[in-house]
C-alpha cells in the first residue's frame, strides 16, 4: 500500500509557472506508475499526464503537451508536474494517483491511490 501527498498548488497570474510535488510513502515506490489528474468545479476528474514506473515513458494529455512536464524520483519517493504558460483554464484541483503496475494509463478508473489533491488557481 502507498499513501500519497500532493503539495505546491497555489495562485498564480495567468502565464506563470508552478511545480506540484506528489511524495509517496513504502519502499516500493518504484513499482508504481504514476499520473496526475485534475477536477475543476462541476467537471469530471480529468487525466493530465503519467509516468511508468522506471520513468522512461510518459505521456500527456493533449492540452498540456508543451507546457507541463512530469518527472519522479524514486530514491526520493516523489513525483513532480512543472506546469508553466498556466491559463485560467487549468484551474482545478490537482491528484497524484498510483497504480499498482509498471505502465501508464489514462484512465482514473485503473489507479489504485490516489492523494487528497491541492489547488491551483489562475488568475487572468
Known amino acids: 500500500q502507498v499513501q500519497l501527498v500532493e503539495s505546491g498548488g497555489g495562485l498564480v497570474q495567468a502565464g506563470g509557472s508552478l511545480r506540484l510535488s506528489c511524495a509517496a510513502s513504502g519502499r516500493t515506490f518504484s513499482r508504481y506508475a504514476m499520473g496526475w489528474f485534475r477536477q475543476a468545479p462541476g467537471k469530471e476528474r480529468e487525466f493530465v499526464a503519467a509516468?511508468?514506473?522506471?520513468?522512461?515513458?510518459?505521456v500527456y494529455a493533449d492540452s498540456m503537451k508543451g507546457r507541463f512536464a512530469i518527472s519522479r524520483d524514486n530514491a526520493k519517493n516523489t513525483m513532480y508536474l512543472q506546469m508553466n504558460s498556466l491559463k485560467p483554464e487549468d484551474t482545478a484541483v490537482y491528484y497524484c494517483a498510483a497504480r499498482s503496475a509498471l505502465t501508464w494509463t489514462r484512465l482514473k478508473e485503473d489507479y489504485n491511490y490516489w492523494g487528497q489533491g491541492t489547488q491551483v488557481t489562475v488568475s487572468s
Open positions: 509516468i511508468t514506473s522506471s520513468g522512461t515513458m510518459i
